[in-house]
């Protein structure tokens, strides 16, 4: 699974993008409920936090009214994957007594995690806007995970379940990095920076909102449940040509000799000038080295994260297996529900299921089926067979895919 920024942006063209928005002013853009129902759902959040060993209190975290929860009040002390070390291991029951009291879940770095997940990072980091990582968050009706605050990179930020409504202020900071110069601001400057309200967003399933990195933000959920991906964009900046320069200065004598000894005299001081000045001259010939651009010119092309690419099958020369056909819990066996409210009305004997395509007639037996299906988040074709035996459940299925009712997860 694939995504373009094109696909992301739609309906706005990425040139529309960079030339008024990229860097410049934040972006609400409305979307449809199935536009990213395959990034995540329910289904998949709840299959993720099953994989139980591939969490720890860095990547799983809870926030409850602003306030992080103590590691140890929702983890347990277990053996990594990785080393015999311990370290804590976020437990169900746990997790489960702290999302009752509105604690927001928040997991770290899952861009890798699933084809759907990765594809919006694919979209970011393809049209060079750099290394795309994302972590998910949770939120519960009136329960606010964090206060107002600006984030470090370019934040895209793509709506999956229910509402949240974002408070975008008018502060911006001066191109921040993660450095505790800028992390360990108190939440005093913040109230101060945010500066007055500059809009009010509602992101519903398939929105899209883009805030260039310092702006001022905070968010609150107003459905019962919320569940939004953020992207951050961390484009290359100039401190890494810096980087790169320090690189290349470690084959220059120069740069390796000892500075001038300073007794506090005036020849001492003057010496130690006229060497700055000389490393300086020397570092702007390297920055004109053509070898050092053809480098930053690599290191920018190049500046992403790496994620999938395995077959190991097709290593070997092998023929990959036949796909196999949907089945519970196989990735490609569920279906999101996208229907926007539809339902069964009767007109007079029949059935039939208004869409935004037309009216579907429907048997009864697929009329109360589809009433059942279309209440919930999504669906499989065993779930509803076994819900509903008097249905035929592939035929119905598709019927509803064919309506643009349903989308595979």
């Known amino acids: 699974m694939s995504m373009t920024l094109a696909e992301l942006l739609a309906p706005m063209t990425p040139e529309q993008f960079f030339a008024e928005y990229h860097d410049r002013q934040p972006l609400h853009l409305k979307g449809t409920p199935a536009k990213f129902a395959q990034v995540l759902s329910w289904r998949q959040i709840n299959r993720l936090l099953d994989q139980t060993h591939i969490w720890s209190s860095h990547s799983l975290k ?138 009010k967003v509602v992101m519903q399933p398939g929105d899209l909102l883009y805030l260039p990195r310092g702006w001022y933000h905070d968010a609150l959920a107003e459905a019962p449940a919320s569940v939004h991906v953020a992207y951050g964009a961390h484009a290359p900046l100039g401190l890494d040509v810096m980087n790169l320069l320090a690189e290349r200065a470690l084959h220059d004598s120069l740069f390796r000799q000892p500075l001038p000894r300073q007794d506090g005299s005036a020849p001492a001081k003057f010496a130690l000038s006229q060497r700055v000045q000389a490393l300086a001259a020397r570092m702007a010939e390297l920055a004109k080295d053509p070898a050092v651009m053809a480098a930053l010119e690599r290191f920018i092309a190049t500046y992403r994260f790496e994620r999938g690419g395995n077959d190991l099958l097709a290593w070997r020369g092998l023929a990959a297996p036949a796909a196999q056909g949907a089945e519970e819990g196989a990735e490609g066996g569920a279906f999101r529900v996208v229907a926007n409210g539809a339902k069964p009305v009767r007109r007079g004997a029949d059935w039939v299921l208004k869409t935004g395509g037309g009216v579907l007639p429907l048997a009864p037996a697929e009329a109360e089926a589809a009433q059942w299906l279309l209440a919930r988040p999504d669906v499989t074709e065993s779930e509803l067979r076994a819900a509903h035996p008097a249905a035929d459940a592939p035929a119905l299925l598709g019927k509803l895919r064919e309506a643009g009712l349903l989308v595979p997860t």
């Open 62 to 199: 809870l926030v409850l009214d602003g306030v992080p929860v103590p590691p140890e009040q929702y983890c347990t002390r277990a053996v990594g994957r990785d080393s015999a070390e311990q370290l804590m291991q976020p437990l169900a029951s746990r997790v489960q007594e702290w999302v009752r009291r509105g604690a927001s879940v928040v997991l770290n770095d899952v861009d890798s995690l699933t084809p759907g997940l990765a594809s919006v990072s694919h979209a970011l980091e393809s049209a060079g806007l750099g290394k795309a990582q994302a972590n998910v968050y949770i939120s519960w009706q009136s329960h606010k995970a964090f206060p107002a605050h600006f984030d470090t990179h370019d934040v895209w930020a793509v709506q999956v379940e229910g509402e949240k409504t974002w408070n975008v202020w008018e502060g911006r900071a001066d191109y921040p990095i993660g450095h505790p110069a800028f992390r360990n601001q108190p939440q005093e400057h913040h109230e101060q920076a945010k500066g007055r309200l500059r809009a």
